[in-house]
């Protein structure tokens, strides 16, 4: 009776250890699983993980079938039977992610690879039924969150351009913020994250997704060498700034294709580069920009008239700030600058120094200055649609340009050399259309047809505008490591204080 009771314990045991083993793969070679324990122990991690990047906020539309139509209640990288190559994919693509200015921490990089190393040794037929979905849900949680932040990153940046600029000019209180830029970057979606999740049909698919989605500007890949380079140097002050401008370069707008002319801005280098693909050339000048406290906003738009002599209708705020505390009543100051007051309603022409400090914070009058030389805007403006009354124009004050820092300006860009620039934007212009342009502002014509335009033409008639045909795009953004004309990478003073809420931003995760 004893020896049968120690038989039945054998046997139980013997049953007990092929259920936990065998009964879930039916013999198929499945491993042993439960996928309430897998979810569980994806929960139980995500916990300790936290957040930290806007991407993890899709974590959840990534498993929630309805918000997502084409999410499946299932998990996307294992199953009972384990897993394909996928994880292998992505584990190639964010193993790389320190050669631009990431940290591996911020994917598990190093924890994905252990556990995947771990669980391609397990057996189907000699494992536990804890120890596969231990690595099953550690596994399909940090391989979903790695995915995503990487998709969305590389995408659309690691953090948001908002978040940086919002917070670099109003501090925390967002119910204050003041937009400072109007670029159109590419904006992250729920409608991606369901793109991301079809991409997970196969191996194939889901490589070239993520090869898909890496940045195409070559000044992005630049960055990234100049990271590395000062990586190998161990020269950390020169990292941070590569990382920095690496994240910029992530951020996509609607940058000219084909054989498109452009002009860049770039504000901590104080310059402008005209480009013209077409012929491969290349236009370079200082400018000047905003003071800190009148910071050039961030735009792109595209340039579609240049001005010739243009009246400066001051801004409103300049009038509040500058003028009334300063100069009401004063008609020597008025007179001096060649200014009138004009009354909004019926157009009428006033004298400037007139009007009472109440009249001209009523509204009901605007303050211009006089066509031609003195000018504030100077003798030529290209103009753009924007939200902030933001131009590039010429200046009646030449001298900021032998500055380094020229940050002078109440937001609007002085261009050091305006003629060269509407000549370079122009598409093959007469030398008759220039000779125009340099006599309407005071030049002297260059050829004999312009000097007969001269002495034939009423200085009344002489031209006022041109318009650029198709328009040309122009992009004012912010760079503090950006290359000369040489290639050369050179790091720039971060004149408006962006560069340490970027920072901020990206040590979050």
Known sequence: MKTRRVSLALLFSFLFSFVSCTLFTDNDGSYPYDEALVRHVMDSVAKVDGGGMYADAYYKLFYQQEKCDTAKDTLYWINRYGMDERPEVLLAWISKVEEQ?????????DEIADDLAAFRKLKPDSCTLQEVCELMGRLEYRLSRAYLRYAYGQRFGYVRPGDVFNK????TKAESYRRIYDIQFDQATDSFCHVA?????????????????????????????????????????????????????????????????YV???????????????KEEM???????????????????????LDLNPYWVVPSSIIKNEVVPRHTGDSSYFARNRMVAIERSSGKVLSAASLSSDQWTSGRYTLRQDRGAGNSLGRLIFRFPNSFSVYLHDTNSPGAFNRTVRAVSHGCIRVHKPLDLAVFLMDDPSDLL????RVAIDKEPLSEEGRQYKEQTDPENYMKSYSFDPRVPVYIDYYTLYPDGEGTFHAYDDVYGYDKPLLKELNRF
């Open 101 to 109: 200015g990431l940290k591996r921490t911020s994917f598990r990089v």
């Open 434 to 437: 220039i000779d125009k342009i």
């Open 197 to 261: 999740i079809a991409k997970l049909e196969d191996a194939d698919a889901l490589n070239d997704f993520l090869s898909d989605i890496q940045p195409s500007d070559s000044l992005f890949y630049q960055l990234c060498s100049e990271y590395r380079r000062a990586s190998e140097k161990g020269d950390k002050k020169r990292q941070e700034l590569a990382q920095l401008n690496v994240e910029r370069a992530r951020w996509r707008y609607d940058r000219p294709s084909g054989k498109e002319k």
């Open 168 to 171: 670099a000019i109003n501090g």
């Open 264 to 278: 860049f801005v770039n504000i901590p280098s104080f310059e402008l580069e005209a480009v013209n693909k077409a």
């Open 283 to 305: 236009l370079r000048m200082k400018i000047c920009c905003g003071q800190t406290d009148h910071q050039t906003p961030l735009l792109g738009s595209r340039i579609n008239r």
